[in-house]
């Protein structure tokens, strides 16, 4: 008896002995100093020790690769992209967190979408981003709801150097919204599983939103050619454009510029079958398959997503929290509500490996179909098309 009670007692104590974590992060400045102070609430709390060590973001994947089945990697890494999921999952790196969530409530539908791979939630969503439709209230005191709307408000505010709307409409990410819109997609999503077989970005829906993507420039006479992202920012910041399309990294100059914007969404437009449905970027909490501390990470990782930790994050680095009481107790930030509302509304960008073969043939076919007039957008696509087709073979 004695004897029994002398290990029962050993193994309480083993229970209860601290934990030593290690936590890889890009973080830098305001938010390495957040995180700092969440591994030493995280420490007060629980009695486990976390050493937080800083890793180049675009080095974190191949080291987790190399390193993580060598149990020499972390046993969390926050954060990372979810496109980069697929490549990390089919490397048996990461591991699942279904089982460390009790409740998913609070989270936004489409950064749980976006974190989850094959059926599985392989990360924690921490924030999102997305593109939205920027605009300057001097110039337009309220957001344009409908397509007519828009253009005439477009049209009003074009001439003598100044802009109505402003956007690269030959570049794919920003202008992913209009193509969903008409019906176009990247992979068919089932139930949450991407189909990389079932390719919509050469169909009826996608043609039409490249002859859109067209009109603005030729029809519209809204985008002059030879438009860029940078040329879109300088504008509006000059007070030159009254509506672009961009994301949240563009708005700490936006304030610095001292213009009273606002953020709404796109407007559905024009004989469009579903309403604008943006490109949605999502960073996550992610964990090391190897992890000899998975319960405590998890554990961790789950204070970093709560509510208050999100309000407080925000505030360190201004990024989109993806949790919603937080969204709420930042209903006085414009920022967040504006682009809270457009991720809410977006499509996960592909988390799957195929994306990689993607990028390049659909990026030159949407460049070349703003070219010039009328063109053979059909032709352009199916072009495109095959060529992802035969890159992901």
Do not use: C
């Amino acid at each position: 008896m004695k004897k029994a009670l002398t290990v029962l007692s050993l193994a309480l104590l083993g229970s209860a002995s601290a934990a030593n974590l290690t936590v890889w992060t890009h973080f830098g400045g305001p938010e390495l100093t957040w995180l700092r102070g969440q591994a030493d609430a995280f420490k007060k709390k629980t009695g486990h020790n976390i050493q937080i060590v800083s890793v180049p973001f675009d080095q974190i994947p191949d080291k987790l690769i190399q390193s993580a089945p060598k149990g020499q990697g972390p046993d969390l890494v926050l954060t990372l992209p979810q496109d980069r999921l697929g490549q990390l999952a089919a490397a048996g790196v990461i591991d699942s967190m279904d089982r460390y969530v009790t409740s998913r409530s609070d989270f936004d539908r489409t950064a749980l979408s976006a974190m989850t791979y094959k059926g599985k939630l392989m990360g924690l969503p921490m924030s999102a981003e997305s593109v939205a439709l920027v605009y300057n209230k001097k110039l337009v005191p309220n957001a344009p709801t409908t397509w007519s709307q828009f253009l005439s408000v477009a049209q009003k505010n074009t001439g003598s150097g100044r802009f109505g709307f402003l956007t690269d409409i030959g570049e794919a990410y920003s202008n992913y919204g209009i193509i969903s819109a008409y019906g176009g997609y990247v992979f068919r999503n089932t139930s949450g599983t991407l189909n990389t077989k079932d390719v919509g970005l050469a169909n009826a829906g996608a043609d039409k939103a490249s002859a859109f993507l067209n009109d603005l420039r030729y029809k519209y006479n809204l985008v002059p050619e030879g438009v860029t992202g940078d040329a879109v920012k300088s504008a509006f910041l000059d007070g030159r454009a009254a509506m672009i399309v961009t994301g949240p990294w563009n708005m700490g100059d936006i304030k610095k510029a001292g213009i009273n914007f606002g953020i709404a969404p796109f407007p559905t437009p024009p004989g469009a079958s579903g309403k604008w449905s943006p490109f949605v970027g999502v960073q996550g909490v992610m964990l090391n398959a190897y992890s000899k501390n998975k319960a405590v990470a998890a554990q961790f990782a789950r204070e970093i997503v709560k509510s208050d930790a999100q309000v407080s994050f925000n505030k360190a680095g201004g990024r989109i929290p993806v949790s919603l009481s937080a969204r709420t107790k930042l209903k006085s930030d414009p920022v967040v509500v504006g682009f809270g509302k457009t991720i809410s509304m977006g499509t996960p960008m592909p988390n799957v490996v195929e994306m990689g073969a993607v990028w390049g043939p659909w990026t030159n076919a949407i460049g070349q179909s703003v070219q010039k007039p009328n063109q053979n957008y059909s032709q352009i696509l199916d072009r495109a098309v095959q060529e992802i087709n035969k890159n992901i073979k």
